[in-house]
């Protein structure tokens, strides 16, 4: 049989078992496919051959770009500093409104990808002077084994590794693959099981599992970033839900991004998400008990702008991914001392 598997190099898979009719469950996320010989599953780059599976996007990223780490976005952890970026093809989700379609939803053999070994990331990230790598774009759970070598030595080199990332993992499978992970920010992307549901073909209570995950059980500093898609997710109600449970559930010191829609992939009927949707949702998250919330993919300097909880001071001013000025002082406040809760330099 000729597969695209003949024509990458072969590294074999984690998170599998056999199932019946000579068919592969893959156990890396909650989709949990079933994948006969020849075939990949949901996310393109996990293929059966000749029952065993592999990873067909391991050493494969299809470019690299050096971004603030404010474009994860992550405004908590090392502001103002750069990130080396880089995905794969494919994705374990089908969110219909995806802004890197092109990349999410294409097969390793469409894009013009690479080949680069975990060392090479590492020397690329020391070479570049960037203090943290961020496995980005598409989804980096389904390259999980490439994410473990490069995370391992970019520690041994003292470099950071940030997941930019929907959070559906299987229980297990986060466990490796976060292991050395320093940082996420995880796209908590509405607030009903019918959304996640009718939009991206996964469910919510799986991603809601892993933010839990990664506040008790963990020392991964996160984030959380919600696209609010004018008519889809950006009620009132929803937005209070969500903020409610991150409050019951993770606590307040977790800060919130709420970003602009604009229409692409197979949401080009939407309009783009009206700056004041923002503002609300962010004036709702803070009056509900939240410190830090932000607003994303707008210039708003009040929205994007880190105050200290306890006194009001302005200590990181930042326009869109920019940081303009950072007065803290060790992580503190320059005028109270009061402790913002992040990784900073």
């Known amino acids: 049989m000729n597969t695209l598997i003949d024509k990458i190099e072969m590294v074999e898979a984690k998170w599998w078992e056999p199932a019946d009719n000579e068919k ?14 020849g075939q990949p599953g949901f996310c393109y780059i996990r293929q059966n051959h000749n029952g065993k599976l592999y990873t067909l996007g391991y050493a494969r990223p299809t470019g690299f770009a050096i971004d603030p780490i404010e474009k994860k976005p992550l405004n908590h952890f090392l502001p103002g500093t750069t990130v080396l970026s880089f995905g794969t093809a494919g994705c374990n989700l089908g969110c219909k409104f995806c802004q890197n379609w092109s990349m999410s939803k294409a097969k390793i053999d469409e894009l013009n990808s690479l080949n680069v070994t975990p060392q090479e990331v590492v020397a690329l990230a020391v070479k570049k002077g960037t203090p943290s790598i961020a496995y980005t774009y598409n989804d980096p759970t389904i390259f ?16 950071k590794s940030v997941m930019v990332t929907a959070g559906y993992i299987d229980k297990e499978a986060r466990k490796d693959v976060y292991k050395y992970i320093d940082a996420a920010n995880v796209d908590l992307k509405g607030f009903t099981e019918k959304f996640y549901w009718k939009t991206t073909s996964s469910h919510l209570e799986d991603v809601l599992e892993t933010l839990v995950w990664l ?14 898609i004018p008519d889809e997710n950006d009620s009132e109600e929803e937005i209070k839900s969500e903020c409610d449970w991150i409050l ?31 503002t609300k949702a962010r004036g ?13 993919n707008v210039h708003n300097a009040e929205g994007q702008t880190t105050f200290c909880p306890n006194c009001g001071e302005t200590l990181i001013r930042r326009d869109w991914h920019t940081v303009i000025s950072d007065s803290l002082i060790a992580g503190r406040c320059n005028n109270c001392s009061y402790v913002i809760h992040g990784v900073f330099k």
């Open 215 to 228: 506040k008790n059980e963990t020392d991964v500093w996160f984030e959380i970033t919600t696209l609010l």
């Open 24 to 37: 592969i469950l893959c156990t890396l996320c909650p989709r949990y496919c079933k994948i006969g010989d």
């Open 144 to 159: 999980g084994e490439y994410v473990i070598d490069i995370s391992m030595l970019a520690r041994e080199a003292d470099i």
């Open 248 to 278: 019951n559930n993770l606590g307040d010191t977790i800060p919130l991004h709420f970003t602009a829609f604009h229409p692409d992939f197979r949401m080009l009927d939407k309009e783009n998400t009206p700056e004041h949707t923002l």
């Open 284 to 296: 709702i998250a803070l009056s509900m008990g939240m410190k830090y919330c932000y607003v994303g």
